[in-house]
């Protein structure tokens, strides 16, 4: 079966859910993959584009009373296919973070030591918020998506984040405790 990006797989499995057009797609990777999965209006469109070439989805005008005509999209049996071989084939590697604070961190030596603290406080401070976010975000599963097919897997990759982000927290306080 021939392999496709990362990507590609991304937007074949939002096509298992209600979004159905390019805008919806990037709505929910707004709403739901952004905290671990980055794309963006200019990869959705080629991407769907080459999903629709390659037989993965089928594409239909759907047109709306008052509003313009819009592209939506429905996956294949082939699509799905491919969505549930790439799904089960092993990890190629485990994923590297890309991290700005860590980066600037590496090179410390060349600014002042008040800069260093200010970058930290303000990592830990916007670390703090996503945790505030992740737990909000979990309330309002268990509250509204309970019974959602896709509720456990949602809140697996939540608390993946919530674990990675106390542990940032962490390593924020253990960094600064003992740089005094």
């Known amino acids: 079966m021939k392999a496709y990006n990362d990507t590609t797989y991304a937007i074949l499995g939002i096509l298992t859910t209600d979004c159905k057009s390019g805008y919806a797609i990037k709505q929910f990777?707004?709403?739901?993959?952004?905290?671990?999965?980055?794309?963006?209006?200019?990869?959705?469109?080629?991407?769907l584009k080459l999903i629709v070439q390659e037989g993965l989805a089928e594409v239909n005008v759907s047109t709306t009373s008052g509003r313009s005509d819009r592209n939506e999209y429905h996956l294949t049996s082939k699509g799905m296919d491919t969505l549930k071989n790439w799904l089960e084939q092993p990890l190629q590697q485990a994923p590297v973070e890309r991290n700005e604070v860590l980066l600037k961190l590496f090179f410390g030596s060349y600014q002042s030591p008040e800069k260093t603290i200010a970058i930290l406080q303000d990592y830990k401070n916007r670390l703090e918020i996503r945790y505030e976010m992740y737990e909000t975000i979990e309330k309002g599963i268990h509250q509204h998506n309970k019974d959602e097919k896709d509720a456990m897997y949602w809140l697996m990759t939540l608390d993946y984040g919530k674990r990675v982000t106390e542990a940032a927290i962490k390593w924020c306080d253990h960094t600064l405790k003992n740089w005094s």
Do not use: A, E, N
């Not at 209006?41 to 080629?46: A, L």
């Open 29 to 47: 990777i707004d709403r739901s993959l952004s905290h671990f999965w980055k794309i963006s209006y200019g990869q959705i469109y080629p991407t």
